[in-house]
């Protein structure tokens, strides 16, 4: 995926430069307990679910003018103030989220039937971005603002959105519905006072049975009473109608392996990497379509952990001991060839 603009360029056989941009909104977003899904599930199912959510999520990007940077297995990320510079760049990032939180809940698990949970962060500062590699280039966002998001995401809460200060401070005054979840450890960063979007001036989000549904609004300016609240709808299998539901928060319960997946969730979009699995054969010229920048990070102990683990986890498939295969999640394709998730 590139910008139109740095797309022309390649094309025409112009040189990209990598630009800094002061300020930007990235959001990053994750299913909750996606790692059962896809244990619990065939391939197949589990392609036809995030095709279905990842629809719903572009045509969002499209109507709030944010860009769509990549996919990563389950995880969704958008940036507003690339690759054009914009002073409103937390505003248009703030409406996708409040959008895709309900858009998530109108896709079904496979496992479960139920609707989908996501967990959602947003941090708001400089980056630089740029197109790395040469046989499949990516338009990859550099930074520690990249790594604040991701930790806003993986130390969120499902079916909430999670917000860093300095985005909480850029919607202030502007019609957001916000509440204090106070401070937080927040890995690699230390203690962070985090918040978290309920809605804006003209609707609120359904907010999940927790600790954090009995906390008031911060800013009293708004007659929240009167701003009505969005119900969760749940479509129906089979016939596409939808109906109203009301949607319980998710346990909270981890696996070890997604605990260790949120430990590995990738700092930083550095290096290209090829993403995974397809339930056809493919040519031996083609190339995968998911893909990540991610780099790596040092533990405590010195030691480098390699977050690629995170992609591969989540994603690689076998069919057996020498086999390995790859598909495009966004474009799957109607295979029955099975295999199991890793």
Do not use: W
Not at 241 to 260: K, L, N, Y
Request: with cysteine; glycine share 6%.
């Amino acid at each position: 995926m590139l910008p139109e603009k740095v797309a022309h360029q390649l094309k025409n056989g112009q040189k990209v430069e990598a630009e800094k941009f002061d300020q930007v909104t990235i959001l990053f977003s994750d299913i909750v307990t996606f790692t059962n899904i896809a244990a619990a599930c065939s391939p197949l199912d589990v392609v036809k679910m995030l095709n279905d959510m990842y629809h719903r999520f572009d045509m969002k990007t499209t109507v709030h003018g944010v860009y769509k940077v990549e996919t990563i297995g389950d995880a969704y990320m958008v940036v507003s103030g690339v690759p054009e510079k914009t002073e409103v760049h937390a505003q248009p990032v703030a409406n996708f989220a409040l959008d895709m939180v309900e858009e998530a809940a109108c896709v079904l698990s496979p496992a479960t039937g139920k609707p989908l949970q996501i967990r959602v962060g947003i941090h708001s500062g400089p980056v630089v971005a740029g197109v790395v590699g040469l046989k499949m280039p990516r338009y990859c966002l550099f930074g520690d603002t990249v790594n604040t998001a991701s930790r806003m995401e993986s130390h969120g809460i499902p079916g909430r959105i999670h917000l860093s200060p300095s985005t909480y401070s850029a919607l202030q005054g502007q019609g957001y519905l916000c509440k204090s979840r106070g401070e937080n450890v927040i890995k690699g960063k230390g203690v962070m006072h985090t918040y978290f979007l309920v809605g804006n001036s003209s609707h609120r989000i359904s907010e999940p049975d927790d600790e954090f549904s009995a906390l008031s609004f911060l800013d009293d300016q708004i007659q929240h009473e009167d701003i009505p609240v969005s119900p969760s709808k749940e479509r129906r299998e089979g016939d596409g109608t939808d109906f109203t539901t009301q949607i319980s928060s998710a346990s909270t319960h981890t696996s070890p392996e997604r605990a260790e997946i949120t430990e590995q969730h990738p700092l930083s979009f550095h290096a290209s990497l090829s993403g995974t699995v397809s339930l056809k054969d493919i040519p031996i010229d083609s190339e995968p379509k998911l893909d990540a920048c991610i780099d790596s990070e040092t533990s405590q102990d010195g030691n480098t952990k390699e977050s690629d683990k995170y992609n591969r986890k989540k994603s690689k498939c076998c069919f057996n001991e020498s086999e390995t295969a790859s598909y495009d999640l966004e474009n799957p394709s109607p295979s029955s060839r099975t295999c199991r998730i890793l």
